[in-house]
């Protein structure tokens, strides 16, 4: 059984730094594509950065150059390095897996982000 864990998430001011992590069991994820997305309250979930099985990454406009998407095929992990955080940012951050008709998602990591 496919499980992706966040983890990360949490309380920083304005400007600061944060780095989401997204552990998967049950699938080898490596072959497959790796998403962040993001829900604040009251809104639609959005992506945030996606990363595929080649190795090609794509940002949303709103967190380009600010925010990295990253993945480690040995420990089956990717990662969301935030910086320079902004209020805009709070939400609760998604792992998403997808390809090959599969669509996994994480429970998700609150990130808050205080002005």
């Known amino acids: 059984q496919v499980q992706l864990v966040e983890s990360g998430g949490g309380l920083v001011q304005a400007g600061g730094s944060l780095k989401l992590s997204c552990a998967n069991s049950?699938?080898?994820?490596?072959?497959?594509?790796m998403g962040w997305y993001r829900q604040a309250p009251g809104k639609q979930r959005e992506l945030v950065a996606t990363?595929?099985?080649?190795?090609?990454?794509n940002y949303a406009d709103s967190v380009k150059g600010r925010f990295t998407i990253s993945g480690d095929n040995a420990k089956n992990t990717v990662y969301l390095q935030m910086n320079n955080l902004k209020p805009e940012d709070t939400a609760v951050y998604y792992c998403?897996?997808?390809?090959?008709?599969?669509?996994?998602w994480g429970k998700g990591t609150l990130v808050t982000v205080s002005s």
């Open positions: 990363i595929t099985s080649e190795g090609r990454m």
């Open positions: 998403n897996l997808y390809g090959y008709g599969i669509n996994y």
């Open positions: 049950g699938i080898i994820f490596s072959i497959y594509n």
